[in-house]
């Protein structure tokens, strides 16, 4: 089993952070009459990490940021602490090096949402390699 580096399992954590706000957290309900400004939420995440001075710098916080507004449709800010040394690698990925070799030449997360699925059928139908779809649980 290879260990990931710490900033990895950082970043792992960060999408984990996301992922859950963005399915927690309502739009304001099945039907709304004002879909284009009150769409986006405001979202704002203490996330602790064990890279703290890496996630503290302004071009990776401003590069995040950017990246999962883009992302969500939504305005987040983000606060990183120190976590603490009772703060346990969370095991995310086991990666064997003698394992069978991971042989897709494209990854998709497919949400089950109308844009996830426009990005996976464009991508089946003019991809030529393997293909996996990410489907999160």
Known sequence: ???????????????????????????????RSDMGTGWHRNLRLTIPVRSLALWQRADVGQSLTQAVNFLTGDRFEFNFVAAG?????????????????FGADDVILFSGGLDSFAGALDTLATASGHVILVFPT
């Open 1 to 31: 089993m290879e260990e990931l580096r710490p900033e990895a399992e950082d970043l792992l954590d960060v999408a984990a952070a996301v992922f859950y706000a963005d399915g927690k957290i309502s739009r304001g309900g099945k039907v």
């Open 85 to 101: 040394p009772d703060r346990r690698d969370s095991g995310f990925l086991d990666l064997d090096r003698d394992g069978a070799p």
